[in-house]
């Protein structure tokens, strides 16, 4: 196959908010003066015969990202294996995320967003995040020469605060809810650039490479279902882009649906879905499943909005079910974080209800490493 080539991009990025207003990107601009979250207009998807395939990352789709080669930053992210299982009688995908240089899906956004955010002449970056994302953005920025601070709860893990203040990033520390310690980045962004994978557009156009994937590794096809847990729901939106693309170049023929499972007391997704009050549950409790523990999703609508559309289904799961769904895959030789077993965890509700077949092509997105918990993993094994 011949390589890509990047595309002339002689107009600036243009993104739009909610309210249809569209602005060029800048280094600042990361949402909409109406307060939303901004989204690219569609890309071109990638053709088999434009695939790098000598390109063992993401990059092998250079033309389908709207970052010049020239500004990538790069760690070898992305092309990660997607391993046929036997799961409950069915042959089951499971796409191994943690094969990420930072071991998590989140690489896949942040090396896009980094390398807009270096073109753009940024020499410091702020983020927010419950670990895995703060790892990825303190990661990448190490390897682009640019400083980062990391805003995270006090309660993350602490295997996932060691490997960002190993990268050389600073960390503040914030009591709290995620949404607590999101709203004291968005204060903070006034100050640095907000390199935030919930918010930065360009995050999205890095996290869509998982789904070209699955359609080159299926020999390009598009599989049946894709299971996935949401906590912003980030993989939400990112296969509902990509999966769109594809359909819009006439590369496949459906979507695949998109069935997604959250933690049942931070189910805000799946409860919106379901037409069920998320207040409905009552307070809120911490979960094993730190990752997914988001109140207020910054894209809700649009993550909402993407599940029916792609004839997809969503459910909540218990602590009790994510801890089963751990032991599982460790059986199977997959150590799988438990916000990565929500997914799990999920598929076996689909299985048993009748959303997922037999006869189906199914993948199941496996998010980050149990060795970015292990204070979680403990807990599991120490009740089994």
Same mark, same amino acid.
Request: contains cysteine.
């Given at each position: ?60 789709? /250079? ?6 080669? /020239? ?25 191994? $995320? ?12 942040? %090396? ?7 073109? #753009? +002449? ?16 303190? @990661?990448?920025?190490?390897? /682009?020469?640019? @400083? ?5 709860? $006090? ?15 600073? =960390? $503040? ?14 204060? #903070? ?15 999205? #156009? ?22 996935? =847990?949401? +906590?912003? +729901? ?67 609508? $649009? ?6 559309? %792609?004839? +997809? ?28 077993? =929500? ?36 807990? =599991?094994?120490?009740?089994?």
């Amino acid at each position: 196959m011949t390589p890509q080539t990047d595309r002339a991009r002689t107009e600036p990025v243009c993104a739009s908010d909610r309210s249809g207003a569209r602005y060029p990107l800048t280094v600042d601009r990361w949402r909409g003066e109406d307060g939303s979250p901004l989204m690219l207009s569609p890309m071109a998807a990638p053709t088999p015969d434009t695939i790098d395939t000598s390109e063992r990352s993401l990059w092998r789709y /250079a033309g389908a990202l709207p970052v010049a080669g /020239a500004h990538r930053v790069s760690l070898g992210e992305g092309w990660t294996p997607m391993v046929p299982l036997d799961w409950s009688g069915r042959r089951v995908h499971f796409k191994l $995320e943690w094969f990420n240089p930072t071991s998590s899906f989140k690489d896949r956004g942040v %090396s896009v967003m980094v390398s807009y955010l270096r073109s #753009q +002449g940024a020499r410091r970056v702020l983020e927010d995040s419950s670990g895995n994302g703060g790892s990825a953005v303190a @990661a990448y920025a190490a390897a /682009a020469g640019i @400083a980062a601070k990391i805003i995270a709860p $006090e309660a993350t893990s602490a295997a996932k605060i060691l490997q960002i203040e190993a990268f050389g990033a600073e =960390v $503040e520390l914030v009591g709290g809810t995620r949404d607590e310690v999101a709203a004291e980045a968005v204060r #903070q962004s006034a100050r640095i650039p907000y390199a935030s994978h919930n918010w930065h557009p360009m995050f999205l #156009q890095g996290a869509k490479t998982i789904a070209y994937e699955m359609w080159e590794m299926l020999d390009f096809t598009a599989p049946d279902n894709v299971v996935l =847990v949401a +906590g912003a +729901g980030s993989n939400i939106l990112a296969c509902d882009i990509a999966f769109t693309e594809l359909m819009s170049a006439g590369l496949i023929a459906r979507r695949p649906r998109l069935l997604v499972g959250q933690p049942e007391h931070w189910a805000t997704i799946v409860d919106t879905v379901n037409g069920v009050d998320p207040a409905s549950r009552g307070p809120r409790v911490a979960t094993i499943a730190e990752g997914a523990s988001i109140a207020s999703p910054v894209r809700l609508p $649009e993550a909402v909005a993407a599940v029916p559309r %792609s004839g +997809g289904a969503a459910v909540a799961v218990s602590d009790d079910e994510i801890r089963s769904a751990v032991r599982r895959l460790t059986r199977r030789g997959l150590f799988a974080e438990p916000t990565s077993a =929500v997914a799990a965890a999920a598929l076996d509700r689909f299985i048993t209800d009748g959303t997922v077949a037999a006869d189906q092509t199914t993948v199941v997105v496996l998010t980050g490493s149990g060795l970015k918990s292990t204070d979680k993993m403990a807990t =599991v094994f120490a009740s089994s």
